[in-house]
């Protein structure tokens, strides 16, 4: 497989590093797997001659022209190194990347993009129609800008047809090691045990719907209010009426803004503080469903076996023995 990694000014060193880590290694491992497997052609190309990453690190890139003529078997757009929505959104329309991925795609070539990378290639159009996912905290920046896009952000990895997307930073590796397994699932096996990958989480399982709210005045003071309460029966209605909005209106702020019906934030402000409780204290399971607004220890397990697979146990049992290690080390 002929890989084409392009590279912008800005592009995370470490989704960059990882990309090439997963291709490295599978170059290495392949003849132990399967002497037949052919090697991964992996080249960083750009729009220009020298690129620099988002920690200053400069290096020279083969022209990303160059491959019309020869398309490679797949693209892969690695995420940015800034922080913010807005730095992200400066540098999707302020590069003259766009129009060579659309360029490509359009001449068949598969695409595949991580982390803030995909709004990359959202930008070129190759996004719109398909499902997607993205870093989660940029979900509301990338919903509201690519309305063609079904996004899914809870998802680590999302596969479309010909294009693949990741979400957050360490994501990359989940695409890297996708594109390894279409060529060989033993290899790609092989290659996730060599670089220590480990079990990977869904990206739903991380995220901070709390991060998310302060992005729309409605929804933070929505945020506030079901922290407030959060022990209390909500009445839906009577909270969007505390904050001037019908509920017909906060309905559709937390669709088109965070993905999701206001009933489903508000299971993630209670779950996010629930599981904050079993690492951080004693409390029994009971109690903590009754601190976060739930009835019993029945449903709180449920729904956190549900939208976290994992069981409170669990999440208890992996901080006594991180505190474990910490005190015989």
């Given at each position: ?40 052609e ?32 797949h ?8 922080t913010?929505?807005?730095?992200v ?65 809870s ?19 989940d ?67 505390d ?11 937390t ?18 503080r ?40 669990q ?15």
């Amino acid at each position: 497989m002929r890989i084409v990694i392009v590279a912008v000014d800005g592009v995370a060193d470490s989704g960059l590093g990882l990309v090439l880590d997963v291709f490295t290694a599978a170059n290495l491992l392949r003849g132990r797997v399967d002497p037949h497997l052919a090697a991964f052609e992996v080249s960083v190309r750009s729009t220009r001659a020298q690129v620099r990453t988002f920690y200053g690190a400069a290096f020279t890139t083969e022209p990303l022209a160059a491959v019309l003529d020869d398309p490679p078997d797949h693209l892969v757009v690695p995420g940015l190194g800034v922080t913010t929505a807005e730095a992200v959104l400066d540098v999707v329309t302020g590069t003259d990347t766009v129009p060579a991925l659309r360029t490509l795609h359009d001449h068949g070539v598969p695409t595949s993009a991580a982390c803030s990378g995909t709004f990359l290639i959202a930008e070129a159009g190759v996004l719109d129609g398909r499902a997607a996912t993205t870093s989660w905290w940029l979900g509301p920046a990338f919903r509201a800008r690519y309305p063609a896009v079904t996004l899914d952000e809870s998802e680590a990895l999302v596969v479309a047809g010909d294009v693949v997307t990741a979400g957050a930073a360490l994501a990359h590796l989940d695409l890297a090691l996708s594109l390894v397994r279409r060529v060989s699932p033993g290899l790609a096996e092989a290659v996730g045990d060599y670089l220590a990958v480990g079990d990977r989480p869904r990206q739903g399982d991380v995220v901070r719907p709390s991060l998310l709210a302060p992005t729309d005045p409605v929804l933070a003071a929505f945020d506030r209010a079901v922290r407030d309460r959060i022990g209390e029966s909500l009445d839906l209605g009577e909270v969007a009426s505390d904050l001037g909005v019908s509920r017909r209106t906060l309905q559709r702020l937390t669709s088109t803004t965070l993905g999701m019906t206001p009933i489903r934030y508000v299971q993630h402000v209670r779950l996010e503080r629930a599981v904050d409780l079993l690492r951080t204290t004693d409390e029994s399971v009971a109690a903590i469903a009754r601190a976060v607004g739930y009835q019993d220890a029945t449903t709180l397990a449920t729904l956190i076996r549900r939208r976290r697979g994992t069981t409170p146990e669990q999440i208890r049992a992996r901080r006594l023995a991180t505190a474990s290690a910490w005190e015989s080390a």
